[in-house]
């Protein structure tokens, strides 16, 4: 018989240890920066880099974890306006802000 795959599930007991996992990320990215002479792409957050970062195989699975109980939804919540208010500081100290535009319509 072939090999079962099982599902791994990523699973936070409580929002807060979700938001010092969200938290740990940020602080990795803005370490990663400011080491490097040049902007570096690969620390730019993103919601997909976050997502996976926390574990989650999916954009739509990290959402939904909004539903696992009191608190998680707020936890989500703040992590997005995170990720928003970065791009919206790029905003004024880009040249090129049409992809950033993007991303903050979507």
């Known amino acids: 018989m072939g090999k079962q795959i099982i599902n791994c599930v990523t699973y936070y007991p409580t929002p807060n240890s979700l938001a010092t996992k969200i938290d740990e990320y940020f602080y990795f990215l803005e370490t990663m920066e400011s080491k490097s002479k040049y902007p570096n792409p690969k620390s730019v957050p993103t919601f997909s880099g976050l997502a996976r970062y926390l574990g989650f195989s999916s954009r739509k699975d990290f959402?939904?974890?909004?539903?696992?109980g009191d608190g998680f939804n707020d936890v989500i919540n703040d992590a997005k306006l995170r990720l928003e208010e970065y791009l919206e500081q790029r905003l004024y100290t880009s040249r090129e802000t049409r992809g950033?535009?993007?991303?903050?319509k979507n």
């Not at 959402?63 to 696992?68: K, Q, S, T, V």
């Not at 950033?100 to 903050?104: A, N, P, Q, R, Y």
């Open 63 to 68: 959402l939904n974890y909004a539903n696992e």
């Open 100 to 104: 950033i535009i993007f991303g903050l």
